[in-house]
């Protein structure tokens, strides 16, 4: 039963924080950490998750990824690339160095503070719609993404962010985040469950299931939430929030009121 609360504990952490510029594997490291959630395949379910979030992506512009839009695949093809040739090559360098609590702590800061800059100087973009993307526009949000492989940056914040700073709107920069989640995740789940297939277990089926399902209910309110708020807000009370919780967990680190196993 510990099992199946904490994959629903953990399916709402990352249903939530997926897709907003707050970093979803820092809160699952840390959530996890505060419940104590100590299964030997953590770490692959922490992947895996993703997967319901990544669906319903699928199913909220089910439109756009069922028809036959050349434009959108190629986009989506080019921006995933240096991401994943940058995580191949460096991807076990990152978590043994930079998967520890003050890493993450000053990477939810300092990607608070670009979020502000970014925000602030964001004025007149070129790129109203992911419609009018071309590869090159998609290449540079690609480029961006690759920050994400910092823990604490936010695969979201970066790819938003990124978009933003290279001319697209609020909402396309949004939406192009979401689009690229799909290669992304499906991507990384694959090759974190084939890595880790040993871990793999019949009798965790149920905890597997609970936690996207639930991923896949909150990610799905919060896709919807998010394209009505960008309409008509900026990105700032993420850049704060980001912020405080930087400080929170480099204080709880610094006199040991939390210990962060997971980092």
Same mark, same amino acid.
């Given at each position: 039963m510990k099992n199946l609360l904490d994959a629903l504990i953990l399916g709402i952490v990352e249903g939530v924080t997926e897709f907003l510029p707050i970093s979803s594997t820092?809160?699952?490291?840390?959530?996890?950490?505060?419940?104590?959630?100590?299964?030997?395949?953590?770490?692959?379910f922490y992947v895996a998750i993703q997967t319901g979030a990544m669906l319903a !992506?699928?199913?909220?512009?089910?439109?756009?990824?069922?028809?036959?839009? #050349?434009?959108?695949?190629?986009?989506? *093809?080019? @921006? /995933?690339?240096?991401?994943? !040739?940058i995580g191949l090559l460096a991807?076990?360098?990152?978590?043994?160095? #930079?998967?520890?609590?003050?890493?993450? *702590?000053? @990477? /939810?800061?300092?990607g608070g503070l670009i979020i502000l800059w970014v925000d602030r100087e964001h004025e007149a973009p070129r790129i109203q719609s992911t419609a009018q993307m071309t590869w090159l526009d998609a290449l540079k949000v690609g480029f961006a993404q690759c920050f994400a492989l910092i823990p604490g940056t936010s695969r979201s914040g970066a790819t938003i962010i990124g978009g933003m700073l290279f001319g697209l709107s609020r909402r396309a920069a949004t939406e192009?985040?979401?689009f690229l989640a799909v290669p992304t995740l499906i991507a990384a789940g694959a090759y974190d469950a084939w890595k880790n297939r040993n871990?793999?277990?019949?009798a965790d089926t149920w905890m597997w299931l609970v936690g996207l399902a639930v991923s896949f209910i909150s990610a799905f309110v919060?896709?919807?939430?998010?394209?009505?708020?960008?309409?008509?807000?900026?990105?700032?009370?993420?850049?704060?929030?980001?912020?405080?919780?930087?400080?929170v967990v480099l204080l709880t680190a610094w006199f040991g009121w939390v210990s962060w196993t997971g980092l």
């Open positions: 820092g809160h699952l490291i840390l959530a996890g950490d505060l419940i104590d959630f100590s299964h030997p395949g953590r770490d692959v !992506v699928v199913w909220e512009y089910r439109a756009r990824f069922f028809s036959v839009d #050349l434009r959108l695949w190629r986009n989506l *093809a080019v @921006a /995933f690339v240096p991401a994943a !040739v991807g076990s360098l990152i978590k043994a160095y #930079l998967f520890r609590p003050v890493p993450v *702590a000053l @990477a /939810f800061i300092i192009f985040s979401f871990l793999l277990a019949l919060v896709i919807r939430w998010l394209i009505r708020y960008v309409a008509t807000h900026d990105f700032r009370w993420f850049a704060w929030y980001r912020i405080a919780f930087g400080i």
